[in-house]
């Protein structure tokens, strides 16, 4: 593996992990599933994602 | 294949031996130091041989996997909470959830026992207990479409079950953040530089937040970026707010920080999750696993000796300071996450099985997350065992024993029969910069030191009074988190309860609810923390325990839930496998609330401790620790309170067992399994590696399904393969 294989995997791995693609697999999946329905702008999905976790709570543990 | 087998068989011998090695050394050597790299080899090879064999027996054998079938997330995928996440991220989520100060802070503290005990139960624990209890209930919920714990005990035990579980939940998170919140208080009080430092993550978290929501909609990493640079400069400006006009400012009582924690509980619980708790969530839990991983290299690269003695006096007179009780059951109640920690089953049974995207990778997220998280217990009792003990007394036993200064700390750490003098308490507390050490309990000032210690090895001493607070400040950081996030779903349950009397409680949207409910929460809590504030005999000494019951009591239920499952489905002969468990823990929570409520050792039973000082009071007499009448009042109705909720406690633990018993009766004396609650099996068309690396057979399926080596989709119509998101 060269180094910049393995940046890019570290790079891959932060987005993935911190929520960063959500959007990304957001369109592909409606594409995906759903070509007909609109799709929301980045911005009105964040917002909705970001409300949601008003709605539904996650706990962390100790 | 014979050459694989071959070198399997050497490479596992290998570790056997090197496991049996360092478990020879850790617990034989005495009379000598030995250094900390024996318990990390004795763990990581533990970990490795149960990773390999027992988690695969269960997953194969007792749970009986079956990656044909596909999971809630491929068959519910909508693009959101249901969705077949990558494997190594799901593991990055859930041991982000499941890990928090809880593996940090009970180590230390079961540190007066010995670093032996608490070793052997976090390992030992961890691998027949805890990560067993994860795993389990990660498979059940991912087979009922992501069913909450509270909702399986319901279905499969019954609604007394169910009811109990979803209390044991409640009083469990109340518990929970007092004693968090608690170890916060006990961390900053009369500290400007901790205070000041922790005071600056709310504008920080406000400007991330305002951020991500307005100026760069979902750019996380940046976000994050600016965070955490944003706190690094903060810990180091607190330094300079310490010796500046404004320290007094920020020099407060334990009384003023209770009350601001409560506030703060209550503003950030009622704000939008955007402004304050996800920019927060981002910090915490990138210093939480940066530090993590920063201490694991800490502590191989400088190889501390460990200080403390394998197994103290504490350990069989049970007088120890720190808390009350002899090693059984006390070491298993106070070490809780990292070996077993009830808590895990609502993460287990929460959003982890929605995201899973083969059933063999339960091995992996669930068993493999849990031991990850019994690692950073066993860090933590190195960190704990490597300062001096003389220090660590000084520091951990409540200011009732040790005085609030250095000379009496000294003297009462000489009685306890061991060495500190008051000079190198004065030295220890000018190393890291704070005005003193003493009787600073809850563990994470020691913790802190232990780390300091580490990391200065490293760094320099120069960088002492830095990594202290740094340390301090990470804890501090992700245990607001925590308090955050515990109201909102304590809330949360209140609502719903409430909303099954009075409707509009119902809706979640419904700003007086909100409030109303918050308040309470907030209200229960806040309770416990001033009360274990002010409590003259040491809020930690009388508050953990508890919480380490609580905890166990949920484990309680959650492995009651995996066994009677396993019962159902006709595989009695394999119940032992939560089984055991089980009554292990029954018997620890039992016997712990049984000497908490019944021992007429006022130092350990409540209702002793309560009568001891209702008797003085009706004299008219004021008994040390208290120092004036108002003090005796306040242990009085303490030790009722908490000797009420020990009892209350093992009485849920009672029922949810005699009511799951019946079910096992009928389950038994049926003639063939009880009829399932799994959601029927679907054919999966999904392929993707079950462990960290994929196996060469894997690598076989997923060439021949046309897929990246991380995995992909079976084309469905044509020929055509899909892969998601370009994993490496």
């Known amino acids: 593996m060269t180094v910049r294989e ?57 | 294949m014979q050459a ?15 496991g049996a090695v360092a478990w020879g050394v850790v617990a034989l050597v005495r009379g000598e130091q030995i250094s900390a790299a024996w318990l990390i080899f004795a763990a990581l090879a533990s970990y490795a041989i149960a990773y390999r064999f027992y988690a695969r ?10 990656d044909k079938r596909a999971t809630p997330a491929e068959r519910l995928d909508n693009g959101v909470d249901f969705q077949p996440t990558d494997r190594r991220v799901l593991f990055g989520h859930h041991f982000a959830a499941i890990a928090g100060a809880g593996p940090l802070v009970g180590p230390v503290l079961a540190a007066q026992m010995g670093y032996l005990p608490g070793t052997i139960w976090i390992i030992v624990g961890v691998v027949f207990a805890g990560a067993v209890q994860d795993m389990v209930i990660l498979f059940f919920s991912m087979r009922r479409d992501g069913k909450s714990l509270g909702q399986m005990a319901r279905d499969e035990i019954g609604p007394v079950g169910g009811v109990a579980a979803l209390v044991a939940v409640f009083a469990i998170m109340i518990i929970l953040l007092a004693v968090l919140a608690l170890v916060v208080v006990n961390a900053l009080a009369d500290s400007p530089w901790g205070t000041f430092s922790l005071a600056m993550t709310i504008p920080i978290a406000f400007l991330m937040g305002f951020y991500l929501r307005v100026l760069r909609p979902g750019r996380v990493l940046e976000t994050t970026a600016i965070g955490v640079t944003l706190l690094l400069l903060a810990i180091v400006a607190g330094g300079f707010v310490q010796d500046s006009s404004l320290a007094d400012a920020f020099t407060l009582s334990p009384e003023a920080i209770a009350f601001c924690l ?28 940066g530090v993590i991983g920063l201490l694991a290299i800490g502590i191989v690269v400088t190889l501390p000796v460990m200080q403390n003695e394998a197994v103290t006096k504490f350990a069989s007179n049970g007088a120890g300071p720190v808390f ?14 990292g070996a077993l920690s009830g808590f895990h089953s609502l993460i287990a049974s929460g959003t982890t099985p929605k995201m899973i995207e083969k059933e063999s990778q339960i091995r992996f997220i669930g068993y493999g997350a849990m031991l990850t998280e019994s690692f950073v217990a066993v860090m933590a009792i190195i ?12 520091m951990n036993a409540p200011a009732a024993l040790v005085g609030d200064t250095v000379q009496s700390a000294s003297q009462a750490v000489n009685q306890l029969g061991f060495q500190v003098s008051p000079g190198e308490l004065s030295a220890a507390a000018a190393a890291v910069n704070e005005q003193t050490l003493v009787a600073r309990t809850g563990g994470a000032p020691t913790l802190a030191i232990g780390m300091s210690n580490i990391f200065s090895g490293a760094t320099g001493e120069g960088l002492k009074a830095f990594w202290y607070h740094f340390a301090i400040m990470f804890e501090a950081l992700f245990i607001l988190t925590t308090v955050d996030a515990g109201t909102r779903v304590g809330r949360f349950m209140l609502q719903d309860t409430l909303g099954n009397v009075i409707k509009p409680f119902g809706r979640v949207s419904w700003k007086p609810g909100v409030w109303i409910t918050s308040a309470i929460v907030v209200g229960a809590w806040g309770w416990f923390l001033y009360a274990g504030v002010t409590n003259p005999l040491g809020g930690i000494n009388q508050l953990f325990p508890l919480f380490g019951i609580a905890n166990q009591l949920l484990a309680a239920v959650a492995l009651t839930v995996g066994t009677t499952l396993l019962i159902k489905a006709g595989k009695l002969k394999w119940a032992w496998v939560t089984g055991i468990p089980l009554a292990w823990d029954a018997a620890v929570t039992l016997t712990a609330s049984y000497q908490k409520v019944f021992s007429d050792n006022p130092k350990l039973g409540f209702f002793a401790q309560r009568d001891k000082f209702k008797a003085a009071l009706d004299q008219g007499d004021v008994v040390a620790p208290a120092k004036s009448v108002g003090d005796m009042h306040s242990i009085v109705t303490n030790s009722t309170v908490d000797g009420v909720l020990a009892a209350f406690f093992a009485i849920l633990i009672v029922v949810v067992i005699a009511d799951a018993a019946r079910v096992w009766v009928k389950a038994i004396r049926a003639r063939e399994p009880l009829p399932t609650t799994e959601t029927p099996p679907v054919e999966s068309q999904l392929v993707a590696p079950s462990g960290l690396f994929p196996t060469a057979e894997e690598r076989a399926l997923l060439a021949g399904a046309g897929a990246g080596a991380n995995g992909g989709r079976f084309a469905r119509t044509d020929e055509r393969q899909t892969q998601r998101s370009g994993r490496p």
């Open chain 2, 324 to 337: 009350a009780g002899a090693l059984f059951p006390f070491v298993f109640i106070t070490i809780a996450c």
């Open chain 2, 262 to 289: 409560i506030g703060y509980g209550f503003i950030a619980s009622v704000l939008p999750v955007w402004m304050l708790l996800a920019p927060r969530d981002y910090l915490s839990t990138f210093m939480k696993v």
């Open chain 1, 6 to 62: 393995a940046l890019s995997g570290v790079r891959w791995y932060l987005r993935e992990v911190s929520g960063e693609t959500a959007y990304e697999r957001y369109v592909e999946h409606l594409r995906r599933e759903h070509p007909d329905e609109p799709v929301m702008s980045r911005r009105d999905f964040e917002r909705w994602r970001q409300d949601d976790r008003d709605a539904n709570p996650r706990a962390r543990c100790c």
């Open chain 2, 383 to 394: 960190a704990a065992s490597i300062i001096d003990p003389g220090l660590y007394y000084a």
């Open chain 2, 4 to 18: 694989t087998r071959a070198r399997s068989i050497v490479i596992w011998t290998a570790v056997a031996l090197i």
């Open chain 2, 57 to 66: 027996f269960i997953t194969r054998t007792v749970l009986g996997i079956d």
